[in-house]
């Protein structure tokens, strides 16, 4: 009879195996990676990480908008951009097979791919990121109290990073016009920094417009300026702040944001440059305000691994290492150079709420109400780790 010890391996390659398999189902299958390379990683995986009960979030919760709202804006976006379900699927192919083929660039290289994109791919994560921060509740208290605080000065800004295909911009506009709905004669806009490499400001402006002519924030009376305002900057993230500060009267800063976002973009930053990702988490420690919240999300399969030394861990195992001062491990964890600057490794950070392993399962009205709209897009399930950091 096997060991309890082996057994739990094997699951685990197992839960690796499945992660692979919905990611290949979502975007086409990952690169083949040496058998090798995977047994260590698979053994990597059992010794080095402890993997939390497996938990999911709720279709949606009381905090957020109903999720037939979130899709209705979808659709209509869908209505606003292409002629009919066939030109929709037809350049969803084609975004799919630039994905497959990681030809990054192509595959967003005009705005009717980017919405179809937005279409096929956001739109669940929107509903997923509604639920997800809104199942948070200092996420929920930061937005809630902003909104009752007396103080009109104080204003309340968030930066989502890597959010140009605006999930999060959608998910976040969710809850804040939910919350709103208590406090509808108070002007208290939320300012909503969007950081993207890409070229996504015509998409961010067309789905803020979409937000604020649905009337998501309830305004009393609705004369009253919009309260959902979206900055887009397309810039490198891992510049913007690394570089030496020479910015216009637009440039925002990291000690001014009460919420920061990296959803599904941390890996891509490690795979970008690793060295400049550990400096932007570095500089995140120096500069965020004390209570600032950082949402990092990520996918649970292996395609979230990078290669520390000649190891490979889960992202988050670095994200943990930086955020939460613990410098000593991840030295071990790399190739044992010392640090030139040790002590920026030193995060100032708690981890409030987290999961390794975290589904997001989409309920059958808001499958039903979406595919009787646009036939053949599916909303599938998803599965991701998360973590929720306060600064201190
Ligand atoms: C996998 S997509 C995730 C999109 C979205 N956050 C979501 O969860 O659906 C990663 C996003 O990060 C952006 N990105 C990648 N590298 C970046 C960088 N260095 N600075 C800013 N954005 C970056 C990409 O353009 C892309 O929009």
Avoid at 203 to 219: F, P, S, Y
Avoid at 220 to 230: E, K
Avoid at 353 to 369: I, N
């Amino acid at each position: 009879m096997p060991s309890r010890r082996i057994a739990r391996t094997q699951a685990k390659k197992a839960a690796l195996l499945q992660a692979q398999q919905e990611e290949a189902a979502l975007y086409g299958p990952p690169a083949p990676q040496a058998e090798e390379e995977e047994e260590d990683l698979a053994d990597e995986f059992a010794r080095k990480v402890v993997i939390k009960d497996i938990v999911a979030i709720p279709p949606h919760t009381q905090y957020q908008l109903a999720t037939d709202q979130i899709l209705h804006l979808f659709h209509r976006l869908f209505q606003s951009s292409f002629t009919d379900t066939t030109e929709l699927q037809s350049t969803i192919q084609a975004v799919k097979t630039d994905l497959y083929n990681r030809d990054y660039l192509d595959a967003f290289d005009d705005d009717a791919k980017r919405l179809a994109y937005l279409i096929r791919w956001s739109s669940l994560r929107a509903l997923s990121y509604a639920s997800l921060m809104s199942s948070l509740t200092p996420i929920v208290e930061m937005i809630s109290e902003y909104i009752i605080e007396e103080d009109e000065d104080e204003d309340c800004q968030c930066l989502l990073i890597g959010g140009g295909a605006s999930a999060e911009i959608v998910g976040l506009a969710a809850i804040y016009g939910r919350m709103k709905e208590f406090c509808s004669t108070k002007d208290k806009p939320l300012q909503i920094n969007v950081m993207d490499v890409s070229d996504w400001g015509s998409i961010v402006t067309q789905v803020t417009n979409e937000i604020n002519t649905l009337g998501w924030i309830r305004q009393v009376p609705d004369t009253r300026p919009q309260q959902f305002i979206t900055n887009y900057l397309k810039n490198d993230v891992l510049t913007y702040f690394n570089g030496v500060p020479e910015k216009d009267d637009t440039a925002i800063s990291l000690a001014n944001q009460k919420l920061i976002t990296l959803l599904f973009t941390t890996n891509e930053l490690f795979q970008e440059d690793k060295s400049k990702s550990i400096q932007f988490f570095q500089r995140m420690n120096q500069e965020c305000s004390p209570g600032t919240l950082l949402l990092i999300a990520e996918s649970a399969g292996s395609y979230s691994n990078i290669q520390i030394g000649t190891k490979q861990f889960p992202v988050f195992f670095m994200i943990d290492m930086l955020l939460s001062n613990k410098k000593s491990e991840l030295k071990k964890a790399g190739s044992g150079k010392k640090s030139k600057t040790p002590e920026a490794y030193d995060g100032a950070w708690e981890l409030v709420e987290s999961s390794d392993s975290c589904w997001y399962r989409v309920d059958k009205e808001s499958q039903d109400f979406y595919s009787s709209r646009l036939e053949n897009i599916k909303l599938e399930n998803m599965r991701f780790f998360f973590r929720l950091y306060r600064k201190l």
